[in-house]
């Protein structure tokens, strides 16, 4: 529709009248204040020291001491869902985010995908004056959908964002993060040894986005949308933050609980007569649920006293890991506040500080050195662990804090991420401060809120009326309310009266005070009889940590919510329930770009690969074959490197010789040399994996060969994993390897030197190339 003319139009430009109006770029009001979102990663109630935890946060402090702490702010229980919910003011379901993206299901309330009906609140500033950032995790576009051949239509500069820096999944190496700069990946060029951390990195980006368009336009607001991935694992930090807090946390998870409700109750956090609820409140691993079904393996805490010295110690390490990454993100964050302050930006700011759910049980009753075991199905070795405990921290290690400290990090709360059914999970810590408007330093408030709230609220701060339409597309109503008036009157009532709440499978409502769960561990649970749960019913006014279960003394009450949560689940697309084992979860049919192929063609001038859209070699035979050219004896490099670290495998030539690593888990260099060095010219460097009919302990094992042209050059028995090399998106590439190194034998990138690769061929047919340089070609031909 082509834009309409108010000028005038004259035979001479002297006799005319220009019209720029409708060109002329959205301002925001004079004066208009600038917003900052920081959203913290699994980040339990009670971690911060001003929540009453003992993990320092003078930057998150400074905001809290210059605005409001919130003590009954709600999540979703999970990354993805929380954050859509938070950027658009809409219920996860509603926007089909019931679960994380990678983890689509197909279903409206789990696709993946935020409706155009569902605008972010960037997607409004943006069009109204406000130039708008989104710096870290975004994990807000479905797995199948985060690769340079599929469309852009879910990542963050397609939603209202006009620039960003980060990562598109749920989570990445701090020291050699998976990045994209706007619509590109981007390689980190400094290590770890250089002194690379993300969470500095990301600080230093989000200054340079409010810098690079403030010295243009010094009075033009800003939408920063500013999320570090601390303290979601891998638990990364230099070790001298973590040795900050030597002997803070020795005397065990149970005394942190304590005396951090102690200091909650001090500091009018939690009311006085607040319970705690006794460790693993529905009995353990030996519990049986109703129709006898166990309780998941992963879902309870080791209680302290039965740990032996050993353990003791790598679960104290793991805290103080832990407690390290969030206190040296909050510094990095502080250098943006301190921008800011510098800059006279800082109070004319509205600040928001959230963290995404209750913290993080990822780990375990044990905790995890490598976390992609457990995606694995492959059970850790404690001892082994208790031997590395030095390395955690530092990039040899993947690594998350145990069950236990989730629990103490969620203080006063039971449960932790995941479960949407208790505080645990979907209560967490929240800050808002604007000093120039807002007169409520230090302020305390305890109305009942949830993430659906900040979107309604910022229009309302910002005198904004919600759009109508969003690039012409209607727009649904906003599910949450405004807390202005929470804001301005300590004594206000609770914004809304009801909230719902589902989660892989697990399930609960509050409304007015009371709140009822169902008593149902959520995915990877695979107990699936959802007619059979038992709910449980609490009055939060009363009984804030759910530490006294009502249900027999008021069948109707209950009786009432859970009709409730059949209606509100109705009316916000919270069905179906889901609540599959991993494998089931992680297999599950979802779309693709194209069909699985036999041969997979790979070129050193290409970007990374993501793992999701890789060729998938798991569990069946497979050829690598590299046409190469060497043009010196000293020719070499990585020819083909997939995964890292923690679980991955490389073809590459060192100092002529050439050689296949396969690294089964971080545990295990499983590692095939050629008896010969290869010499220059034209060749095919093959490694051929055959795997054996039957697999061992449920693991697909079988013989690489080492092939230079036709000739046998080397061979060895392997076993490989059965999921995936990478949790954070580490994929495949030619000619380097990118990120962490499959082996120790180099430094990555290590790449190939001296000579030509021209490309390489991975084969899953279960058959050898022939001759891979005429496959290549033929292939060609045929397409």
């Known amino acids: 529709m082509a834009l309409e003319f108010w000028g005038r139009i004259g035979r001479d430009v002297r006799d005319s009248v220009p019209d720029w109006e409708p060109y002329r770029e959205p301002h925001a009001p004079s004066g208009a204040p600038n917003v900052l979102c920081i959203v913290w990663d699994d980040v339990g109630f009670g971690t911060f020291d001003f929540f009453g935890g003992r993990v320092r946060a003078p930057a998150m402090r400074r905001l809290a ?143 340079e986005f409010i810098r690079d368009a403030k010295v243009i336009a010094p009075d033009k607001p800003w939408f920063t949308y500013l999320c570090p991935g601390a303290g979601h694992a891998p638990h990364h930090v230099p070790r001298e933050w973590a040795d900050e807090y030597r002997g803070v946390f020795d005397d065990g998870y149970e005394v942190y609980r304590e005396l951090t409700l102690r200091r909650q109750i001090e500091l009018d956090l939690m009311p006085e007569g607040t319970d705690l609820t006794p460790v693993d409140p529905h009995g353990g691993p030996d519990a049986r649920g109703p129709g006898g079904r166990p309780w998941p393996a992963g879902e309870f805490v080791r209680p302290w006293e039965s740990l032996d010295d050993g353990e003791r110690r790598l679960f104290v390490r793991m805290a103080e890991v832990f407690a390290g990454f969030v206190s040296y993100t909050d510094a990095q964050l502080g250098r943006v506040l301190d921008y800011l302050a510098e800059s006279g930006q800082l109070d004319n700011t509205i600040a928001m500080a959230v963290s995404d759910n209750g913290a993080s049980g990822d780990g375990g009753p044990n905790g995890s050195l490598n976390e992609n075991d457990f995606l694995n199905g492959v059970p850790e070795d404690l001892q082994d662990n ?122 609960g409502i509050w409304h007015d005070g009371w709140h009822a769960a169902a008593v149902h561990p959520p995915a990877p649970s695979g107990w699936n009889s959802f007619e059979d749960d038992v709910w449980e019913l609490y009055h939060l006014r009363e009984d804030r940590s759910e530490a006294h279960d009502l249900a027999a003394r008021h069948p109707e009450k209950l009786a009432d919510l859970k009709r409730r949560w059949e209606r509100e689940a109705e009316r916000y697309q919270g069905l179906p329930l889901d609540d599959r084992t991993a494998t089931e979860l992680f297999s599950a049919p979802r779309p693709k770009l194209s069909e699985p192929r036999d041969r997979y063609f790979y070129y050193p001038d290409c970007a990374d690969v993501p793992e999701s859209v890789a060729v998938d070699v798991r569990g069946r035979s497979y050829t690598l074959a590299a046409d190469v050219r060497l043009d010196t004896p000293e020719a070499g490099g990585v020819l083909f490197a997939h995964g890292g670290r923690f679980g991955g495998h490389s073809l590459y030539l060192l100092d002529g010789w050439l050689h296949y690593v396969y690294n089964w888990l971080g545990r295990t260099e499983q590692k095939v040399s050629s008896s010969e060095r290869v010499p220059m010219g034209d060749h095919v460097l093959s490694a051929a994996f055959r795997a054996d009919q039957r697999k061992e302990d449920g693991l697909t094992v079988g013989t690489v060969t080492l092939l230079v042209d036709d000739r046998e050059a080397g061979r060895l028995r392997i076993r490989t994993q059965p999921g995936r090399f990478a949790l954070d998106g580490e994929g495949l590439c030619v000619g380097r390897d990118s990120g962490r190194g499959v082996t120790g034998d180099y430094e990555p990138p290590f790449r190939f030197l001296g000579g030509t690769l021209r490309h390489v061929v991975v084969g899953v047919s279960g058959q050898p190339f022939a001759d891979p340089e005429r496959e290549a070609t033929g292939t060609f031909l045929r397409d």
């Open 386 to 507: 208790v031997r590395h405990l030095d390395d955690l921290g530092g990039p040899k290690t993947y690594n998350h804090y145990p069950t236990g400290w989730a629990w103490a990090f969620g203080t006063p709360f039971k449960y932790w991420k995941r479960w949407a059914s208790y505080e645990g999970g979907i209560a967490a810590p929240m800050i808002l401060s604007w000093p120039a408007r807002l007169g409520t330093a230090g302020g305390i408030r305890h109305q009942y809120t949830h993430a659906v709230d900040i979107v309604p609220t910022l229009y309302d701060l910002l005198r904004i009326t919600p759009p109508e339409t969003v690039k012409g597309h209607p727009q649904a109503p906003l599910h949450g309310a405004s807390l202005r008036a929470v804001l301005e009157d300590p004594a206000a009532p609770d914004p809304r009266d009801t909230q719902f709440y589902v989660m892989l499978g697990s399930r």
């Open 65 to 207: 001491d210059t605005g409001v702490r919130f003590t009954n702010f709600h999540t979703t229980g999970l990354c993805s869902p929380t954050r859509s919910c938070l950027l658009t003011g809409r219920n996860a379901t509603s926007n089909g985010m019931a679960c994380v993206t990678e983890l689509t299901s197909g279903f409206p309330n789990c696709n993946g995908r935020m409706p155009p009906e569902n605008a972010t609140l960037a997607e409004v500033l943006v069009e109204r004056g406000w130039n708008t950032y989104c710096v870290g995790k975004w994990h807000l576009c479905p797995a199948e959908e985060s690769n340079l051949a599929s469309t852009k239509r879910h990542w963050p500069l397609a939603r209202g964002f006009e620039r960003f820096y980060g990562f598109l999944g749920g989570e990445t190496d701090q020291y050699y993060p998976q990045l994209v700069h706007d619509n590109h990946p981007h390689q980190v060029r400094r290590t770890p040894e250089q002194g690379y951390h993300l969470s500095q990195d990301l600080a230093d980006r989000a200054i």
